[in-house]
């Protein structure tokens, strides 16, 4: 059973950074796009940024563009988001999700997704 374990800290003020960890057991992630999701209360669920097999390629949505970054290290089987310049409207449960098909604007494919962390953006 392959499980994405995620980490970082959670509260910050307005302007500030964070980031935020997912590291996967069992098996390798090499073959996985890997995506960054956030839901906020009353909302769906959402993609933030995506990021390509070999990390050659990442997609974010137009609101954390310049803000965030996307990357991963397939050799620790892990993935990564930073995120600058908070706002409270970035306010969420973030979830990483592992799957064959993760794209901005298109229905994902997710075989595996993280626990999801709470990130909080104080005003």
């Known amino acids: 059973q392959v499980q994405l374990v995620e980490s970082g800290r959670g509260l910050v003020q307005t302007g500030a950074s964070l980031s935020r960890t997912c590291a996967a057991s069992?098996?390798?992630?090499?073959?996985?796009?890997m995506g960054w999701f956030r839901q906020a209360p009353g909302r769906e669920r959402e993609l933030v940024a995506r990021i390509s097999r070999s990390g050659g390629r990442t997609t974010y949505i137009d609101s954390v563009k310049g803000r965030f970054t996307i990357s991963r290290d397939n050799a620790k089987n892990t993935v990564y988001l930073q995120m600058n310049n908070l706002k409270p409207e970035d306010a969420a449960v973030y979830y990483c999700?592992?799957?064959?098909?993760?794209?901005?604007?298109?229905?994902?494919?997710?075989?595996?997704w993280g626990q999801g962390t709470q990130v909080t953006v104080s005003s």
């Open positions: 069992v098996r390798t992630l090499s073959s996985d796009v």
């Open positions: 999700a592992a799957g064959g098909l993760i794209e901005v604007g298109s229905a994902p494919l997710i075989d595996y």
